[in-house]
């Protein structure tokens, strides 16, 4: 079982973050993907990636909430040099996007951010791991917008709806839908839309500390928890953990290419 969206790195752990990896291992989680945030998220990844690195893996990439005028060009340079410079180190770029729930006035800048980004991810052969929040209309457009020269993508805690699937779809017919505790919560419509989705094309995902699935809600969020996550998608689907596990370790190793 692999989650592959997972910020572990963060002050949230404490000191000693490894216990948390640790704490997924025996849970049955085998690799953790560390997507992330700013530049300032480079060195602490790194570092976690390197007590672990068989358990882990780096992404980096400027996310939307983090844009704004006085430091995201800078943040965008230093991401780019990075990426750049050790692209067989980092399994994606991201995460990236659009994010129109905390601050509408950088929506110009958060598509400049995201262009870039889109491109770099293009350029180094990676993928793109996208968030978007309130923002399909205007992520759709942008993404239309260059049929020739999108990387492979995750729509990372995926929160759309049947059509924005197909109009998905309609871009990069094997797009990937990244499914986390979002899942397991009552009044989540998700559970209507992955036999949509299908389970060839889902990635599992914790977005720890955040989201914590049932019946771990009210508490920090880890990558030990995904299991939870996948055992709501094999009630959903009908389908023995052991099938959800296998296929959804293969579409993160294929997408990932780990």
């Given at each position: 079982m692999i989650d592959t969206h997972t910020h572990l790195y963060l002050p949230d752990y404490g000191d000693n973050k490894c216990a948390a990896i640790d704490r997924a291992l025996a849970a049955g989680?085998?690799?953790?993907?560390?997507?992330?945030?700013?530049?300032?998220?480079?060195?602490?990844?790194?570092?976690?990636?390197?007590?672990?690195?068989?358990?882990?893996?780096?992404?980096?990439?400027?996310?939307?909430?983090?844009?704004?005028?006085?430091?995201?060009?800078?943040?965008?340079?230093?991401?780019?040099?990075?990426?750049?410079?050790?692209?067989?180190?980092?399994?994606?770029?991201?995460e990236i996007g659009l994010d129109l729930y905390w601050d509408q006035t950088t929506l110009p800048l958060q598509l400049q951010a995201a262009e870039a980004q889109l491109n770099l991810a293009c350029d180094l052969g990676l993928p793109a791991i996208i968030h978007c929040r309130q923002a399909m209309p205007q992520m759709l457009d942008l993404l239309a917008?260059?049929?020739?020269?999108?990387?492979?993508?995750?729509?990372?805690?995926?929160?759309?709806?049947?059509?924005?699937?197909?109009?998905?779809?309609?871009?990069?017919?094997?797009?990937?839908?990244?499914?986390?505790g979002v899942l397991t919560f009552k009044k989540s419509p998700l559970p209507?839309?992955?036999?949509?989705?299908?389970?060839?094309?889902?990635?599992?995902?914790?977005?720890?500390?955040?989201?914590?699935?049932?019946?771990?809600?009210?508490?920090?969020?880890?990558s030990a928890y995904l299991p939870h996550i996948a055992a709501t998608l094999a009630d959903i689907l009908g389908q023995p953990l052991s099938a959800i596990d296998n296929a959804t370790t293969t579409n993160a190793r294929t997408f990932f290419n780990l």
């Open positions: 989680v085998e690799m953790m993907i560390l997507p992330g945030v700013d530049a300032n998220s480079i060195y602490p990844i790194r570092q976690l990636h390197r007590l672990r690195p068989d358990a882990t893996a780096m992404c980096a990439g400027l996310h939307p909430t983090e844009v704004n005028p006085q430091t995201h060009l800078q943040q965008l340079q230093t991401i780019t040099d990075e990426l750049r410079a050790n692209p067989r180190d980092y399994v994606a770029v991201g917008a260059r049929p020739s020269r999108l990387p492979r993508l995750v729509f990372h805690c995926y929160s759309g709806t049947r059509s924005d699937i197909d109009a998905l779809r309609r871009l990069q017919p094997d797009i990937m839908f990244g499914i986390g209507q839309l992955i036999p949509h989705i299908g389970l060839n094309n889902i990635l599992l995902e914790t977005d720890a500390p955040w989201l914590a699935p049932v019946p771990m809600r009210g508490k920090q969020n880890e």
